[in-house]
């Protein structure tokens, strides 16, 4: 298939919708049953399972290539909007990110900056400085993201290029 065609959100829904379906056909080959049929069947599903592979590669790096033709949120952006009038969002990952790995599809909380950073901000604010850094985060609703996890969203947190989009919940 030509994944070049697809839009970054198109893309994502794939990426989603195909890793689903890989492990499916790897849980059912693994769940095979011992019968007369079950060389013919894993032969199939192997099939399958390569071939979304396949897609899943190709589908990961259209959607790294989009991604990094513009960065749609900077770390000023957000820190600014966010941290500075502390004020709480969702924010959304892009599906081939390591926060979408390991924080999931999104967060809801407030951006974390350092009061002594404020001045610097403003400046950069004020310079229109867009840049990709690190954003630290408190995720404020989540029951189900552990403690260690919410920790290293406070203290490692992402990258501003990893925002798929944000949602104000003002």
Do not use: C
């Amino acid at each position: 298939m030509d994944f070049t065609q697809f839009n970054l959100e198109t893309l994502q829904s794939l990426h989603i919708s195909y890793q689903r379906l890989l492990r499916e056909r790897i849980e059912r080959l693994n769940d095979l049953p011992e019968n007369k049929e079950k060389e013919l069947m894993t032969q199939l599903l192997k099939i399958e399972i390569a071939s979304y592979e396949k897609d899943i590669a190709e589908i990961e790096m259209r959607i790294n290539a989009l991604n990094a033709q513009h960065l749609r949120f900077s770390t000023e952006y957000m820190e600014w909007e966010f941290g500075a009038f502390n004020r709480v969002t969702q924010v959304h990952f892009i599906t081939t990110s390591d926060a979408y790995k390991n924080y999931g599809q999104y967060v809801t909380g407030k951006v974390i900056i350092d009061k002594e950073y404020l001045p610097e901000l403003i400046e950069k604010v004020k310079l229109k400085t867009h840049n990709d850094g690190v954003i630290r985060f408190e995720e404020i609703v989540s029951d189900e993201m552990s403690d260690e996890i919410k920790e290293k969203l406070r203290t490692e947190g992402f990258y501003a290029s990893e925002i798929d989009h944000i949602e104000n919940l003002r």
